[in-house]
């Protein structure tokens, strides 16, 4: 119950000063994505393979993160959040560091609950943009889908057409 207090503290925190900071650049182009998973939406690996096609972008620039690790998808995806990355003070190292001080043009929150670590970890992560769906804290992303996240179809749609029309693919 601290630790979770602590997480908040911490997140809304990082939270303000991130937003003070950040400034949108009109000029980028996507050319790397990272994306946070939460896997018991049962999206599968394949789906943002394909997605990465859509986005003119090489496999290579796409990195995911598992935000649960579940044994049937494990092998799918190298990357998968260990708790054990996250110390009582909510500082990050080994993968989980790696990937949140990765520089990215836009990042793709896939999951639709609040939780402060996936909050703390979305924040942290240096990306110039970031979509994500209704049902997290609306600051933490610039665009906000509101279906269902489980319809890939419509979010590969809407994710296409909001980058078309901010000219970013």
């Not at 939270?15 to 003070?20: A, P, R």
């Not at 620039?61 to 996250?86: F, S």
Request: aromatic share 12%; glycine share 2%.
């Amino acid at each position: 119950m601290i630790r979770n207090f602590w997480r908040n503290f911490i997140f809304e925190r990082e939270l303000d000063k991130n937003l003070s900071m950040k400034s949108l650049d009109k000029e980028f182009k996507i050319k790397s994505v990272a994306i946070l998973v939460d896997p018991k939406l049962e999206v599968e690996a394949r789906f943002f393979m394909d997605l990465a096609a859509d986005l003119n972008l090489p496999k290579v620039k796409m990195n995911l993160m598992l935000l649960n690790k579940t044994i049937e998808i494990v092998d799918e995806h190298p990357q998968t959040l260990n708790l054990t990355e996250l110390n009582y003070w909510s500082s990050f190292k080994g993968d989980l560091l790696n990937f949140c001080q990765s520089e990215y043009d836009l990042l793709i929150n896939y999951y639709n609950k609040s939780n402060s670590i996936y909050s703390l970890i979305s924040t942290r992560t240096k990306a110039k943009m970031s979509v994500g769906f209704v049902g997290v804290d609306s600051r933490i992303n610039d665009i906000i889908f509101d279906f269902d996240p489980k319809d890939k179809h419509t979010f590969k749609k809407e994710l296409l057409k909001y980058m078309t029309i901010l000219n970013k693919i």
